[in-house]
């Protein structure tokens, strides 16, 4: 029987710790290619490139832990989804997983995020995919205590399949595998950043801005990924990326803006 041919790529870069691990341990499940990009492209969202051209090379990595297959892209986490759907893959992906991104996805930051857009870009192609994160910034994050609970979410998404326009955010807290309390599906927290620009006068004279902020909850919902993740559970959130605001169509038609 063919083993699921499983898409891995990230926004981190095909070097960073999050996506070896992830590798790792989709290795265990099915058959594995990369199609990730060369540098880091976090909070690059849902960009593509248009204006500029674009290449994928044939790399290796890790000889004992790699993919079958590993492609350095030069484009965004989208890009990378793109290529390897439309150039580089024999045959259509079972599954498309993103991460382990380096840091929280959770709540707004979804909006951002170039783990979670390169997991909607494989759904909108209808591919069932997940984006992982770790709720650890650090480079040296520790991602082992994180494998038996991705292994599980992925080896049920295989089995079950995820509902049409609709792929899963997962983050995970970053704490010991024996403090974790187990899964929690949730919804998005309300939440904001607010952001401030540090500027700065280089040696020339010339200003520049380091934009900077603080994470604001406005959310008091238990039923939320950072009640979860606070709590020391996995959230997983099901997102969609039709942005239709479907509740307030009727609403809008009462406005009346085919009258003369």
């Known amino acids: 029987m063919q083993k699921p041919l499983i898409l891995v790529t990230n926004d981190d870069g095909i070097t960073a710790p999050g996506l070896r691990s992830l590798v790792k341990f989709m290795k265990e499940i ?10 880091p492209q976090s909070g690059m969202g849902h960009a593509i490139t248009i204006n500029n ?10 000889d004992i832990n790699g993919a079958e297959q590993e492609y350095s892209c030069s484009g965004t986490p989208a890009d990378c989804v793109k290529m390897g759907l439309q150039e580089l893959l ?30 909607i870009e494989a759904g909108i192609e209808g591919i069932p995919a997940i984006g992982f994160s770790l709720c650890d910034f ?13 292994q599980k979410i992925v080896k049920q ?27 929690k599906i949730c919804r998005q927290a309300r939440a904001n950043w607010k952001e401030k620009f540090d500027k700065r006068t280089n040696p020339m004279g010339k200003d520049y801005y380091w934009l900077t902020g603080e994470f604001e909850l406005l959310d008091k919902g238990e039923d939320t990924d950072e009640f979860a993740l606070a709590n020391n559970y996995i ?20 406005w009346n803006l085919n009258e003369h």
């Open 30 to 39: 099915g058959d594995v290619v990369v199609v990730a990009p060369d540098s």
């Open 53 to 62: 051209t674009l290449h994928a090379n044939l790399v290796t990595i890790d």
């Open 90 to 119: 024999d045959r259509k992906p079972d599954l498309c997983v993103s991460g382990i991104n380096h840091g929280s996805n959770s709540s707004i930051n979804v909006i951002y995020s170039g783990t979670m857009s390169a997991a």
């Open 138 to 150: 650090s480079w040296e994050a520790d991602f082992e205590d994180a494998k038996p609970y991705v």
């Open 157 to 183: 998404a295989i089995a079950n399949g995820i509902p049409k326009g609709v792929v899963l955010n997962v983050n995970i807290p970053a704490i010991e595998n024996e403090k974790i309390k187990g899964i």
């Open 235 to 254: 959230s997983v959130v099901p997102t969609q990326f039709d942005l239709t605001a479907h509740h307030t169509i009727q609403q809008l038609n009462n």
